[in-house]
Nanobody, 125 residues
Framework: QVQLVESGGGLVQAGGSLRLSCAASGRTFAIYAMGWFRQAPGKEREFVAAISWGGGRTYYAVPVKGRFTISRDNAKNTVYLQMNSLKPEDTAAYYC??????????????????WGQGTQVTVSS
């Protein structure tokens, strides 16, 4: 089992920045990759970014590339999502997730085994 707890969400004006954190506990030694997803009301959960736990390979969705940065601190078992130049369309609940598998980094929710409870990000225009 892996437990994930997100923090750092909030209300910010367009153009502003936020940093989300996701603290992992439990069988963290078995994590292969961590991902961030988001879900706006009435929409499906969508991929935002992912990072391999050991090698630090990163992947980004097109809408956030160049604005968001995913990173990890293995000593703290924590993954971060630095979000800059925020836009109103970034408004959503943000979730972190842990992939316990091997092979390719997944960019769909089905590829992840454990999820956090989510943190709300609201960007005002």
């Amino acid at each position: 089992q892996v437990q994930l707890v997100e923090s750092g969400g909030g209300l910010v004006q367009a153009g502003g920045s936020l940093r989300l954190s996701c603290a992992a506990s439990g069988r963290t030694f078995a994590i292969y990759a961590m991902g961030w997803f988001r879900q706006a009301p009435g929409k499906e959960r969508e991929f935002v970014a992912a990072i391999s736990w050991g090698g630090g390979r990163t992947y980004y969705a097109v809408p956030v590339k160049g604005r968001f940065t995913i990173s990890r601190d293995n000593a703290k078992n924590t993954v971060y999502l630095q979000m800059n130049s925020l836009k109103p369309e970034d408004t959503a609940a943000y979730y972190c997730a842990a992939d316990m598998g091997r092979g390719s980094i997944h960019t769909t929710p089905a590829g992840y085994d454990y999820w956090g409870q989510g943190t709300q990000v609201t960007v005002s225009s």
